[in-house]
């Protein structure tokens, strides 16, 4: 396996700035969501999403969304980034994508819909073929519709 570390001629201070467009993703701790989220935040200049990536994801198992996040970044396959890069580029928002609003605290979805997000990715779905029809529709249906809804709520209308 191939360690690469891009070189990063911006400051981190400017990485952190709120008016830098924004990639908004779900089902990162998925096996697409994550090759997703590595491709986006490595490529993130040449993307035009040098403010990086806001990522929706709920709580599991006694896991708070931050550390599911912060164990899935502990991966080498985000060797590339710093720690200060993680923390700097990758906003953490606990959320469930089957509910309302996507499951947010309301200063959370109102900061969301005030960032500069420029593309959104939903990648959360079940897989599982052993769930019955109406548990798949919510999953993958319900937050396909919940995620339309936020996404027509961004202040940037061509996300």
């Known amino acids: 396996q191939r360690n690469t570390r891009i070189p990063d001629n911006s400051s981190s201070l400017h990485e952190c700035s709120g008016d830098l467009q924004k990639a908004l993703l779900t089902g990162v701790t998925g096996f697409v969501g994550s090759l997703l989220m590595r491709e986006l935040l490595l490529h993130r200049h040449s993307l035009m999403i040098p403010g990086g990536v806001v990522v929706i994801v709920r709580s599991k198992r006694g896991k708070s969304a931050q550390e599911r ?25 606990e959320g469930d994508v089957t509910l309302l609003d996507c ?37 993958n249906i319900t937050s396909s519709l919940q995620m339309r809804s936020l996404t027509r709520k961004l202040s940037n209308k061509n996300a």
């Not at 396959?77 to 700097?88: C, P, V, W």
């Open 103 to 139: 499951g947010m605290h309301d200063a959370d979805a109102k900061s969301i819909r005030a960032l500069n997000i420029s593309h959104v990715f939903h990648c959360a779905a079940a897989v599982s073929f052993t769930q019955t029809m109406e548990d798949a529709a919510v999953s």
């Open 69 to 93: 996040i912060d164990r899935l970044l502990s991966h080498s396959m985000f060797d590339f980034l710093t720690n200060l890069q993680k923390a700097s580029l990758v906003r953490v928002v």
